[in-house]
């Protein structure tokens, strides 16, 4: 797909704000007919700009309080794809990334409280060729931004 142009960054903007919207809602906002929205998304698709529609769940709001931030130290060297593998089934992990430093990994993970926490952190460590882990617990999130 070529440029974006200003009306598929609109139509973009409307699904971010609100993912369930209709074609026909998008399209009173962009000023498009919902079968031309419906045409716009679909080549978005296809050409990968959305890479697709997922549900994203509060987990604070179904009691999952315990948060941890989990640096992860490897033997030797794995490939992110195979750390991706290894973790990716875990509902525990919100969010992993290979870092610089002395720590390979580090994860954001939520437990209901903090047996759970170590449960999963005994399934993290289990997953992968991991030399040792360190955790910090959050006590309290001060700033917290959405990501756009």
């Given at each position: 797909m070529d440029r974006l142009d200003e009306t598929d960054e609109a139509i973009l903007a409307a699904l971010t704000e609100h993912a369930r919207a209709?074609?026909?809602?998008?399209?009173?906002?962009?000023?498009?007919?919902a079968p031309a929205v419906k045409r716009r998304v679909d080549r978005m698709l296809d050409s990968?700009?959305?890479?697709?529609?997922?549900?994203?769940?509060?987990?604070?709001?179904?009691?999952?309080g315990t948060e941890a931030y989990?640096?992860?130290?490897?033997?030797?060297?794995?490939?992110?794809?195979?750390?991706?593998?290894?973790w990716v089934d875990i509902?525990?992990?919100?969010s992993a990334a290979t870092v610089?430093?002395?720590?390979?990994?580090?994860l954001h993970v939520l437990a209901r409280d903090m047996r759970h926490l170590e449960e999963a952190l005994e399934r993290i460590?289990?997953?992968?060729?991991i030399e040792r882990s360190e955790s910090i617990v959050v006590l309290s999130n001060i700033i917290e931004r959405a990501r756009s």
């Open positions: 209709t074609f026909a809602e998008i399209g009173e906002r962009v000023n498009l007919s990968g700009v959305i890479r697709g529609f997922t549900t994203v769940v509060d987990r604070n709001a179904v009691g999952w989990v640096q992860v130290y490897c033997h030797g060297t794995i490939a992110p794809t195979e750390l991706r593998r290894a509902p525990e992990v919100v610089t430093g002395t720590s390979d990994a580090i460590r289990a997953s992968a060729d």
